[in-house]
């Protein structure tokens, strides 16, 4: 399926309570064809209103994350394990990630990233083991179906805990070296 028909057809999506109360489908933003796709778990007000992911002030830290390490969102795909807000911006209960994983699973495929990395822990703990610790494992790298998985703290825990900040340089460190070790594309050779 290519993208935008995944997307058109996850607006009519039902298939748990946050369609109801949603003003737009947070569907995913960036290059389709990325080698690189950063999942965070689901969007907030400003998302909402804009049908972009990581659009507020955590969106603004996303970006210069990734401006640190020579990306933008051209050269990544933006998605989150839900695509409607939760109300209040609570997290994503397990049954709604559950209802939203066919979309998210649609989407890692027709992207076919070769690196994914997880913001912060639900899609850690959706994507790389239920177990998983953000505290604890982030920078790790974990091969998943010839995938390579790391995860590193959301934007929004960064901006509550700036004490994160420097563990997550290095992690974006380890980040844009496994780039240049497995991905042809995103960085331009010289």
């Known amino acids: 399926m290519e993208m935008d028909s995944i997307r058109e ?3 009519s999506c039902e298939l748990c309570g946050l369609a109801a109360g949603r003003t737009r489908l947070v569907f995913g933003d960036g290059n389709p064809q990325a080698e690189v796709m950063l ?5 907030g007000e400003q998302e909402d209103l804009q049908g972009i992911p990581f659009v507020g002030p955590a969106g603004k830290l996303l ?3 990734l401006e640190l390490i020579d990306l933008d969102r051209s050269k990544v795909y933006i998605a989150n ?5 939760p109300p209040h911006n ?3 209960r397990d049954e709604e990630i559950a209802a939203c994983r066919p979309w998210l699973e649609h989407q890692i495929k027709a992207v076919d990233p070769k690196i994914i990395i997880c913001l912060g822990r639900i ?6 083991d239920k177990n998983f ?3 604890r494992e982030h920078g790790q790298w974990f091969d998943i179906d010839g995938k390579e998985y790391t995860a590193i703290y959301h934007p929004s825990a960064l901006l509550r805990d700036p004490g994160k900040r420097p563990e997550t340089f290095e992690d974006l460190r380890g980040i844009r070296q496994k780039i240049r ?3 042809e594309r995103t960085y331009d050779r010289v």
């Open 133 to 135: 610790r953000i505290t």
């Open 90 to 92: 609570r997290d994503p």
């Open 9 to 11: 057809a996850c607006r």
């Open 63 to 65: 970006d210069t994350m």
């Open 181 to 183: 070790e497995k991905c």
């Open 81 to 85: 394990m839900v695509k409607c807000r």
């Open 123 to 128: 899609a850690a703990g959706a994507l790389i």
């Open 39 to 43: 999942i965070g778990e689901g969007p």
